[in-house]
T-cell receptor, first 110, second 117 residues
Framework: EDQVTQSPEALRLQEGESSSLNCSYTVSGLRGLFWYRQDPGKGPEFLFTLYSAGEEKEKERLKATLTKKESFLHITAPKPEDSATYLCAVGRGGSEKLVFGKGTKLTVNP | GAVVSQHPSRVICKSGTSVKIECRSLDFQATTMFWYRQFPKQSLMLMATSNEGSKATYEQGVEKDKFLINHASLTLSTLTVTSAHPEDSSFYIC?????????????FGQGTRLTVV
C-alpha cells in the first residue's frame, strides 16, 4: 500500500534559522512527488513537482530534493511569512489519485 | 500555475437541507477532479474522484447518496451534500489536474467551510 510519512509533525524556528522537512514514501511506480503549502482556512498551494531521484527544484527560500525513498524541503533563512503547513504527496502509475502525508506545521518566530 | 476556483468559501445551512459546492478550473480543462474533506489539524481525506461525463468514484466509507458529485463539463464539478447534519460540518476542498498529462501536479480550490446548524 502506498504510504507517505512526513516528519516532524511540527517545527518551530527562529527567523533566519535554516532547517529541513522530510517526506518518506513507499509507492509502486512513483510518478511524481509534489510539495504544497497550506495556510489555515485555505486550499493547498502548489510549490514543486519532482519526478526522479537526484532532481532538485528551488523557489525563493525553498529547495526541494528527491531520492528513491524520500524528499526534503529545505528552508533557508526562513521568515515569519513562511509559517504554514507543508504537505507532501505522491502519484503513481496507473492512478490519477495523489496520496498525501499528514503535513508538517512550520512556525517561524520573528 | 493553473487556477481552480471553488464557491462558496463559507456556507451555513440548517440540518436536513442540501448544499451545493462548485469547483471550476478557470484556465485549463480538467478531465478529472477530486473532492477532499479536511478535519481540523488533519491532512486531506480523499472523498471521491470526479470524471467528466461519467459517474464519480467514491472512496471506501464515503456515502455516495449523501455526497452527490456531478462533473458535467471539463471545467466544472459540483459536490452536493444532501440532508446535511452537524457531523457533515467540515472543510471541503476540490482539486483538478490538467487533462491528458497524468503525472502533473494537482491545483486546489480555496476550500469551502461548511457549518450545519
Amino acid at each position: 500500500e502506498d504510504q507517505v510519512t512526513q516528519s516532524p509533525e511540527a517545527l518551530r524556528l527562529q527567523e533566519g534559522e535554516s532547517s529541513s522537512l522530510n517526506c518518506s514514501y513507499t509507492v509502486s511506480g512513483l510518478r511524481g512527488l509534489f510539495w504544497y503549502r497550506q495556510d489555515p482556512g485555505k486550499g493547498p498551494e502548489f510549490l514543486f513537482t519532482l519526478y526522479s531521484a537526484g532532481e532538485e527544484k528551488e523557489k525563493e527560500r525553498l529547495k526541494a530534493t528527491l531520492t528513491k525513498k524520500e524528499s526534503f524541503l529545505h528552508i533557508t533563512a526562513p521568515k515569519p511569512e513562511d509559517s504554514a503547513t507543508y504537505l507532501c504527496a505522491v502519484g503513481r502509475g496507473g492512478s490519477e489519485k495523489l496520496v498525501f502525508g499528514k503535513g508538517t506545521k512550520l512556525t517561524v518566530n520573528p | 500555475g493553473a487556477v481552480v476556483s471553488q464557491h462558496p468559501s463559507r456556507v451555513i445551512c440548517k440540518s436536513g437541507t442540501s448544499v451545493k459546492i462548485e469547483c471550476r478550473s478557470l484556465d485549463f480543462q480538467a478531465t478529472t477532479m477530486f473532492w477532499y474533506r479536511q478535519f481540523p489539524k488533519q491532512s486531506l481525506m480523499l472523498m471521491a474522484t470526479s470524471n467528466e461525463g461519467s459517474k464519480a468514484t467514491y472512496e471506501q466509507g464515503v456515502e455516495k447518496d449523501k455526497f452527490l458529485i456531478n462533473h458535467a463539463s471539463l471545467t466544472l464539478s459540483t459536490l452536493t451534500v444532501t440532508s446535511a447534519h452537524p457531523e457533515d460540518s467540515s472543510f471541503y476542498i476540490c482539486s483538478a489536474r490538467v487533462s491528458g498529462l497524468r503525472n502533473t501536479e494537482a491545483f486546489f480550490g480555496q476550500g469551502t467551510r461548511l457549518t450545519v446548524v
